[in-house]
C-alpha cells in the first residue's frame, strides 16, 4: 500500500477543517438561539413576578383597608356604649338624687 501523498494529505486536512468550521458554526448558532431564549425566559419571568407583585399590594391595599374600616367601626361603638353608659349613669344619678 503506498503512502498518500501530500497533496492528498493536505486536500484531507482540508476537508478535515471545512467540516470542523461547519460544526462549529452550528454550535454558535445554538449558543445564539439558546441565549435568546435566555433572554425571553428572564423577561417572561420579570414581568410574572412583576404580575405577581402588583396583586400582592392591591390585597395588602384592600385589606389595611378593611382593617381601617373595622377600627373606625369599633372606635364609633366604643362611643356609642360610652355615650348610652353615660345617659344610663345619668339617668341612674337623676333617679338617685332626686328630692
Not at 435568546?36 to 410574572?48: A, G, S, V
Request: charged share 35%.
Amino acid at each position: 500500500m503506498a503512502k498518500p501523498g501530500i497533496e492528498e494529505r493536505l486536500a484531507r486536512l482540508e476537508g478535515a477543517y471545512e467540516q470542523i468550521d461547519r460544526r462549529l458554526e452550528s454550535i454558535e448558532r445554538g449558543i445564539v438561539d439558546l441565549r435568546q431564549e435566555i433572554r425571553e425566559l428572564r423577561t417572561y419571568i420579570d414581568t410574572k413576578i412583576e404580575e405577581v407583585r402588583s396583586e400582592m399590594y392591591s390585597r395588602f391595599d384592600a385589606l389595611d383597608r378593611k382593617i381601617d374600616d373595622l377600627r373606625r367601626m369599633l372606635i364609633y361603638m366604643a362611643i356609642g356604649f360610652i355615650t348610652a353608659f353615660a345617659g344610663l349613669i345619668a339617668t341612674i344619678l337623676l333617679i338617685i338624687l332626686k328630692p
